[in-house]
């Protein structure tokens, strides 16, 4: 993923290069001197790319304090003394994934993360990071709060899912209930049932996301044209509808299309050529692909991939000037790794 990084001193810098110059899985994107903090800052909010701030709490307060407007889209913003020993994220610590990020970039250097989010400290079920987790959107935001609430008092607050979707196990102080019962803490949908609620209540509705995609590109294609050829390309649904993307391995560190997924709030999953080339159907083959990638095609198998069992595809390979997507539509599973 892209990481923005700002430092402030030769050791900052020294400490940011000892934790991003070998690391596979992050991409690294260093604050130019040349351009002003707070230009910088308000292009990583509008990308929603988070940012480390290494030096002082005071300064990233500052500097994000004009662009900070929605928990649910803000950057993931952390600090890190330049000592190494603390890693504090002091904004979106669950939907911008700043709380994770920052107990893996403490892992890796022995640092204490400081996490400050009541639900985490107090190791209860945060419905916004399931969410996240499951690809679901939020519907009746403020639900957020009164969830997460009873369950830091102790309270029991129930759950149910439309049939058709698997469930299991659930965490502690969650209780199902049918389908149909009137009033539920946490209701969850699909598009179509959300249409069709009725005089059903809930504090927190969640629609299921239940389209994935599958993407292969060329790496010099910039984020926005990755953006608009997908957008259409999508069969009769939007990006609202769409839990992830997956791709091949090849693409870890392209850039252009982290940005496109970072900006759109998709997370990607990457899969090995060995491992497309297992998924069983009828795809689109191409021997230059197979020459290029080691598999006959990524787009489809991708898109499976990440659907898992049960998924289908909805739309085959669709090619356009060095970009190609497949999408397709997935069982949901909810309280599943």
């Not at 600090?79 to 020993?85: L, P, R």
């Not at 400290?121 to 009873?150: N, P, T, W």
């Not at 560190?253 to 990607?268: H, S």
Request: glycine share 10%; with cysteine; hydrophobic share 45%.
């Amino acid at each position: 993923m892209i990481i923005r990084v700002v430092t402030f001193t030769d050791q900052g810098e020294d400490l940011a290069h000892n934790l991003f110059d070998n690391w596979q899985e992050m991409i690294p994107q260093y604050h130019d001197k040349e351009v002003p903090l707070r230009d910088w800052t308000g292009e990583c909010f509008k990308l929603h790319l988070p940012i480390l701030f290494i030096g002082a709490c005071g300064i990233a307060v500052r500097t994000i304090a004009p662009f900070v407007q929605d928990k649910l889209q803000d950057s993931a913003v952390l600090v890190m003394d330049e000592a190494g020993e603390y890693v504090i994220p002091v904004l979106s610590g669950h939907m911008g994934g700043a709380n994770s990020l920052a107990v893996r970039i403490a892992s890796r250097l022995r640092a204490t993360p400081v996490i400050t989010t009541a639900t985490d400290v107090e190791g209860v079920f945060s419905v916004d990071v399931f969410a996240k987790k499951q690809g679901l959107r939020i519907v009746h935001r403020s639900g957020i709060k009164k969830v997460s609430a009873r369950l830091l008092r102790g309270e029991k607050v129930t759950i149910t899912w439309e049939d058709g979707f698997e469930g299991g196990t659930l965490p502690k102080g969650l209780v199902y209930v049918p389908e149909d019962t009137a009033y539920v803490g946490i209701r969850i949908v699909s598009e179509q049932g959300l249409a069709n609620l009725g005089e059903k209540t809930q504090d927190i509705l969640l629609v299921a996301k239940e389209y994935v995609l599958g993407i292969g590109c060329k790496r010099d294609k910039w984020y926005k044209e990755i953006d608009a050829f997908v957008q259409e390309n999508l069969p009769g649904i939007t990006l609202d509808q769409v839990a992830g993307i997956a791709t091949i391995d090849l693409k870890l560190r392209d850039a252009n299309l982290w940005t496109f997924a970072q900006y759109r709030f998709l997370p990607i999953t990457f899969y090995a050529a060995e491992e497309l080339g297992r998924v069983p159907g009828d795809f689109t083959e191409s021997e230059f692909v197979r020459e290029v990638t080691g598999v006959s095609n990524v787009c489809e198998r991708a898109a499976l991939c990440l659907a898992g069992e049960g998924g289908e595809l909805v739309l085959k390979k669709t090619a356009e000037n060095g970009m190609t997507l497949a999408v397709a539509k997935r069982k949901i599973k909810l309280f599943g790794e």
